[in-house]
């Protein structure tokens, strides 16, 4: 159960410390900004060491240049030796992602993929900052009121007079080309990003099963991303 899975976590999170020189800093690195390279959609401003309780991974931020939202991408390993990348691409959702929600599956999916590429010793996370998949944290709280009453959340979207999924990956090629990943193996369940990343030109050469276990708070909702969002996702019923 969701519960356990993050009981277990948050004892590691205790248990684990974190070795001192894995948080000092390195002397010898240069302003990682001097390396800078403009990309169509997005600016790199900054990379750095970022300790987790997985991995020391490197966190690399961007702006968007159309709205000035910042952006992530994690890496661990040598990503660049043209060799498919374990890849997880999360969009951001700050009620499963940081304040533990069972609403949904993010923070679970989050944290697997994280441990997934610490496993493999290599790979990358993209965080985009598309919260309530592109309709933003008041929009998907009012949408959860609508669920609260009955709806779905593909219902609860329309309702609100919004797609039932307004993501886009497209900045997703400018933090690959940047830290010069070539092709994907996709940590996924999601059958339309895993189009839309090809479409746009990104190498997704093998799909990773990424299911997490449901909970009774969210079965509905991983119910109708099956149902209604095509996702592959196995259930109980
Ligand atoms: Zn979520």
């Not at 248990?15 to 800093?25: C, G």
């Not at 290599?122 to 709280?141: D, F, H, S, T, W």
């Not at 219902?155 to 997703?172: H, K, S, T, V």
Request: charged share 25%; aromatic share 6%; hydrophobic share 35%.
């Amino acid at each position: 159960m969701g519960s356990s899975r993050i009981s277990s976590l948050q004892q590691r999170l205790i248990m684990q410390s974190i070795p001192d020189a894995a948080l000092a800093p390195e002397p010898d690195s240069p302003p990682s900004t001097e390396q800078a390279k403009p990309g169509a959609l997005l600016d790199y401003v900054s990379s750095s060491r970022l300790p987790t309780p997985w991995a020391v991974f490197e966190i690399h931020v961007f702006v968007e240049r159309s709205n000035q939202k910042e952006h992530v991408l994690l890496t661990l390993g040598d990503v660049a030796d043209g060799q498919p990348v374990l890849a997880r691409v999360h969009s951001e959702c700050l009620t499963g992602d940081a304040l533990f929600s069972l609403r949904c599956d993010c923070g679970p999916q989050l944290q697997l993929a994280l441990e997934r590429i610490a496993k493999e010793g290599r790979g990358a996370l993209m965080y985009l900052r598309q919260e309530g998949r592109g309709i933003g944290l008041l929009n998907k709280i009012r949408a959860y009121h609508l669920q609260d009453q009955g709806a779905d959340t593909v219902e609860a979207n329309e309702q609100l007079g919004f797609p039932a999924d307004m993501r886009r990956y497209d900045i997703c090629k400018d933090m690959l080309e940047h830290a010069g990943i070539q092709k994907l193996r996709l940590m996924t369940n999601n059958p339309r990003k895993v189009k839309t990343l090809q479409e746009i030109g990104i190498d997704v050469v093998e799909r990773v099963p990424h299911q997490i276990e449901g909970n009774p708070f969210n079965a509905g909702y991983l119910n109708t991303k099956r149902l209604r969002l095509g996702h592959w996702l196995e259930t109980d019923e």
